[in-house]
T-cell receptor, first 115, second 112 residues
Framework: EAQVTQNPRYLITVTGKKLTVTCSQN?????MSWYRQDPGLGLRQIYY???????DKGDVPEGYKVSRKEKRNFPLILESPSPNQTSLYFC??????????????FGSGTQLSVL | EDKVVQSPLSLVVHEGDTVTLNCSYE??????LLWYKQEKKAPTFLFML????IEKKSGRLSSILDKKELFSILNITATQTGDSAVYLC????????????FGQGTILTVHP
């Protein structure tokens, strides 16, 4: 089944403890992206990757890192999480990437709480 | 800075009503506008529009883009309780390929 898989689904952590949210897609998509969703603010793009080894900042990259060493995986790293990073996070992928902004396939989301 | 604004923020209707959701945008070098439906968690794709004045249609849902006035509308006719969701509009920029800017969403609630 074609899908974008995020793990974990829920995560509660404390300030400053490094964490990684994994994202994997099995559709051979070139483009992958991370978003955070907060009430009243909609989805905001954190980072995106046009293809392997190519990543770029979205609108809210501060406090996050990403890497795209292989096509299928695009982990989101919070080196020192803070409470303002408490949010619902989505990973998404698409076939052709940013050129055509084709339809995105979203993962099921990761609800992160930083205490 | 790219900007996408949706209205209304929230809408409550009864089954059978017709609703119109709005999305206006300010984007450098517009490429495409997309509509998504978000029910429980992950948004799902509805439409992508790139050309002005051409309606996209899927069942009771339809959407049209006006590139001159910089907006799009999403129409839902004969609404059903299953249409209750958050509807998200997103715009892609040709200046920064890969960058997609979302609006804040419209919460639609359809009562039986």
């Amino acid at each position: 089944e074609a899908q974008v898989t995020q793990n974990p689904r829920y995560l509660i952590t404390v300030t400053g403890k490094k964490l990684t949210v994994t994202c994997s897609q099995n559709m051979n998509h070139e483009y992958m992206s991370w978003y955070r969703q907060d009430p009243g603010l909609g989805l905001r793009q954190i980072y995106y990757s046009m293809n392997v080894e190519v990543t770029d900042k979205g609108d809210v990259p501060e406090g996050y890192k990403v890497s795209r060493k292989e096509k299928r995986n695009f982990p989101l790293i919070l080196e020192s999480p803070s409470p303002n990073q408490t949010s619902l996070y989505f990973c998404a992928s698409s076939r052709a990437g940013g050129w055509t902004n084709e339809k995105l396939f979203f993962g099921s989301g990761t609800q992160l709480s930083v205490l | 800075e790219d900007k996408v604004v949706q209205s209304p923020l929230s809408l409550v209707v009864h089954e059978g009503d017709t609703v119109t959701l709005n999305c206006s945008y300010e984007v450098t070098n517009f490429r495409s506008l997309l509509w998504y439906k978000q029910e429980k968690k992950a948004p799902t794709f509805l439409f992508m529009l790139t050309s002005s004045g051409i309606e996209k249609k899927s069942g009771r849902l339809s959407s049209i883009l006006d590139k001159k006035e910089l907006f799009s509308i999403l129409n839902i006719t004969a609404t059903q309780t299953g249409d209750s969701a958050v509807y998200l509009c997103a715009v892609g920029s040709g200046t920064s390929y890969g960058k997609l800017t979302f609006g804040q969403g419209t919460i639609l609630t359809v009562h039986p």
